[in-house]
């Protein structure tokens, strides 16, 4: 059960990273959560990851499109921000004080959404980013809660009892990456840099 925190007037819940509740993948009412887990977890775009998956290489995503599949992330989601203050990249060592700075290390809530995490040998931001979002459904990692209506995922890895990455993005924020990773992938959009340069 979580506890009410006040902050500018508003009051939200603040809950306990705990990820023991049961789900259930079967029913109608669990389709969104059947299209995410089959994405996130078997069709995962992570190199070396899944026999199902397409990497993000052959769909000639490397070195600076990654910039301009970040945009169009951010243009169907609205997550990440511009500025990339609510993503981060961590260390092992600096990743409680990253969450403690968003005040998520003890309790959450869904105010808004964030992903902390680590970055495995070998990968880039956005590649750890999906990573992360995979080992967190692989491992049990995750819950499903409600914010002013909209369905919210917690996510969270961990590694020999550390934290491995932590994130709370809306259910629609990974339904619009998975159609945009699956539209690159079947060759129905391409990614295209901004006319601006600024990616």
């Known amino acids: 059960m979580g506890l009410q925190a006040q902050s500018a007037g508003v009051i939200t819940m603040s809950n306990k990273w705990s990820f023991k509740c049961s789900v259930k993948l079967s029913g109608e009412t669990n389709s969104s959560l059947q299209k995410i887990v089959q994405f996130y977890l078997w069709e995962t775009p992570v190199p070396n990851t899944?026999?199902?998956?397409?990497p993000f290489a052959l769909m000639g995503i490397e070195k600076s499109k990654?910039?301009?599949?970040?945009?169009?992330m951010r243009k169907h989601s609205g997550f990440p921000a511009a500025d990339g203050h609510d993503w981060k990249k961590t260390t092992i060592k600096s990743i409680e004080k990253d969450l403690k700075s968003l005040d998520r290390l003890d309790r959450y809530d869904c105010s808004f959404e964030f992903a902390i995490h680590t970055v495995k040998n070998g990968l880039g931001k956005t590649e750890a980013l999906f990573y992360f979002i995979r080992n967190a459904f692989a491992h049990?990692?995750?819950?499903?809660s409600t914010y002013k209506g909209e369905h919210y995922f917690v996510l969270e890895n961990r590694k020999n009892g550390s934290i491995r990455g932590r994130a709370i993005l809306?259910?629609?924020t990974l339904l619009s990456w998975a159609k945009l990773i699956n539209d690159l992938r079947s060759k129905k959009k391409k990614l295209v840099p901004s006319k601006s340069g600024k990616r």
Do not use: C, D, H, P
């Open 170 to 172: 809306k259910e629609s």
């Open 66 to 72: 990654y910039k301009t599949l970040q945009a169009e």
């Open 50 to 54: 899944s026999e199902k998956g397409v």
């Open 140 to 144: 049990g990692g995750f819950r499903i």
